[in-house]
């Protein structure tokens, strides 16, 4: 039926002008809730900004805390006078007091080089010794109320003082300290939280808002006045929060320093975040309640008129992918198009089904004939040779090598004219390749001799019939001379790569090998075989090995180092095996 002639009313097109026409007019009543929507995602965008910012301050921090402890590690591997330090001496020893000397000086000399520090301090534990370096504006007082403080702290010390920086409170005034400890002696440095407050005040964060820092413990350091003042409820403060205030919320952003244990703060008012956008409290609920009784009715439409037909389809799609070629798609119901895609698909299934089944019965056939021809190519040289031998054992009354001969002959012919058999197990192929060369050896007593073997735990794998045969027969043909002594070697076994998954077979003489010609033309497959027939064998065996395992099998075909040809197969392991009813199947 042609599309463009089909009922409008019933076609696809109606139907996504419909659904279009529902779905667009929810669409404009919700643009208005999108405005406020809006007013979430900027002041989520806001909050990633101060976010950013206030992770950008805390690595500058950090930056500057790194460098003083740079400063305190090397300090501790460079100076040798720590050592003298580091155990008990008397006041009259001279090295110890030059020592102390030279550390003050340096620390003296070096704090200059440090915008932020306020003291580098040397404490020897072992002579109760405390050296530091304060800057020509330093209050004294304040250095020995930090003196006493600091000592205090390493006489009753934390575990974690030696791992990072850590706040202080002393004198109501809050400090940041660093204390390294090697041996006896302490090392460290200490600057008051007010240096940092210039680089803060640079985070805008509005009229009420703030930017501090926090310690470990959850403790505002210098903000207390600001929080009780705005009447904030600091007990649930943590990252992403939203607090109360006398004045509205809050919106709390935090980053913790990776120098020590303690936060860098910031309080923005959510006036300030939105202070830029309308507000569009009175639609919201009626939006709201639109949109939840629309968009279910939107969606079952859509989901009845085009995802469901959909998915039948694609779930037919999957069984015949798993080979069902019997399934088929319902074209009764639906939009015309869809109608139209399954029968179109109903169509091409049973096209590929009976498609399929011409193949297999030709690849049936094909196969069929191959062995056929095989099973013919009885050379007539061969049966006249084994007649021949037979009559000369006859004539000097050897009845026992006649009765061995026969027997071989029996089995021979038996094996070569069986039919109905795609697959034959290794150890039928070796018995008979076994009877074959047993012939070919009383023909050639002085110029044959061969070994065969198959592992026992292949033994039972199958192959197609007289595959090995035909490169066995091509030996004796080719390779086995009068004038010389030629060996044999047909061998089976499991693939040492994949001893469960693959089989090795290995035909070997020590003849002349192939030619350079011959062993270009069954590299690539081309067929060589000249106006005898001879080399039709190798190709037909070859072409079978292919079809009995697709993509599974493979043949080299070469000259062994040591001389002679060389021919190696390797082929999946498949078996035989009884179902419950007693008949054979292939695994």
């Known amino acids: 039926m042609d599309i463009r002639r089909l009922d ?94 030279r550390l003050l000086n340096r620390l003296s000399s070096d704090i200059t080089n440090y915008r932020y520090l306020d003291s580098f301090f040397v404490y020897s534990q072992s002579n109760g010794e405390y050296i530091s370096s304060r800057r020509p504006s330093g209050n004294f007082e304040r250095s020995e109320l930090i003196k006493e403080a600091l000592i205090g702290r390493i006489s009753h010390p934390v575990s974690s003082d030696n791992e990072e920086w850590l706040t202080m409170e002393i004198g109501g005034t809050d400090y940041m300290v660093r204390i390294v400890r090697t041996g006896n002696v302490y090392v460290g440095a200490w600057m008051g939280i007010e240096h940092f407050a210039e680089p803060l005040q640079q985070i805008d964060t509005g009229r009420n808002g703030k930017t501090f820092f926090v310690s470990g413990d959850g403790r505002p350091i210098g903000a207390q006045s600001y929080i009780r003042q705005n009447e904030i409820d600091w007990t649930r403060d943590r990252d992403g929060d939203t607090l109360k205030g006398a ?164 089995q021979y012919f038996r094996y070569m004219f069986r039919s109905g058999t795609p697959f034959v197990s ?29 592992e026992e735990a292949v033994a039972d794998c199958l192959i197609p019939p007289l595959l090995i045969h035909t490169f066995v027969e091509n030996t004796i043909k080719h390779a086995v001379d009068l004038d010389r002594f030629t060996q044999l070697s047909v061998r089976a076994q499991s693939d040492p790569l994949d001893p469960e998954g693959m089989c090795t077979l290995t035909v070997r003489d020590n003849g ?32 079978r090995l292919l079809l009995a395992f697709p993509a599974a099998a493979r043949i080299s075909f070469g000259n062994h180092p040591e001389g002679g040809a060389l021919v190696q197969i390797w082929f999946p392991q498949k078996r035989r095996t009884e179902d419950k009813e007693g008949s054979e199947h292939e695994i």
């Open 8 to 101: 409008f009313v019933s076609s696809l097109g109606f139907k996504l002008i419909g659904g279009f026409l529902v779905v667009i007019i929810p669409l404009s009543v919700l643009l208005i809730y999108n405005n406020f929507y809006a007013i979430h995602v900027v002041r989520n965008q806001v909050a990633y900004t101060y976010a950013d910012l206030t992770a950008l301050y805390m690595k500058q921090v950090d930056q500057s805390l790194s460098i003083a402890d740079d400063y305190l590690y090397d300090l501790i591997v460079r100076e040798t006078d720590l050592l003298l330090l580091d155990s008990v001496r008397s006041e009259d020893d001279t090295d110890y007091h030059f020592a102390k000397v």
């Open 247 to 410: 004045d509205g919320r809050y919106l709390s952003i935090r980053r913790k320093s990776e120098e020590g244990s303690f936060y860098l703060n910031a309080l923005v008012p959510e006036s300030r975040v939105l202070e830029s956008l309308p507000h569009f409290k009175q639609i919201i609920s009626g939006v709201t309640i639109s949109s939840i009784i629309l968009l279910p009715v939107v969606f079952f439409y859509y989901r009845r008129v085009f995802l469901l037909p959909i998915y039948r389809l694609i779930g037919v799609m999957k069984r015949a992918q798993e080979g069902y070629l019997n399934v088929r798609a319902s074209s009764g119901s639906g939009a015309k198009e869809f109608q139209i895609m399954n029968k179109a698909f109903n169509d091409m299934m049973a096209e590929i089904g009976e498609l399929k089944i011409h193949i297999y019965e030709e690849k049936l056939r094909f196969q069929n004939a191959e062995l056929k021809h095989l099973q013919m190519q009885i050379n007539p040289h061969f049966f006249l040779n084994a007649l021949n031998t037979v009559y000369y054992f006859a004539q000097s009354q050897n009845y026992e090598m006649i009765r061995k001969l026969s027997l071989s002959l029996i």
């Open 426 to 454: 290794l150890r039928e192929e070796f018995n008979h390749i076994h009877h074959y060369l047993h012939i070919q050896e009383v023909r050639f007593p002085q110029n044959l001799t061969f070994a065969i073997s198959v």
């Open 512 to 543: 002349k090998g192939f030619g350079e010609e011959i062993l270009r033309l069954l590299r690539t497959d081309e067929q060589s075989v000249n106006d005898t027939g001879e080399g039709i064998g190798i190709w037909n065996t070859t072409r």
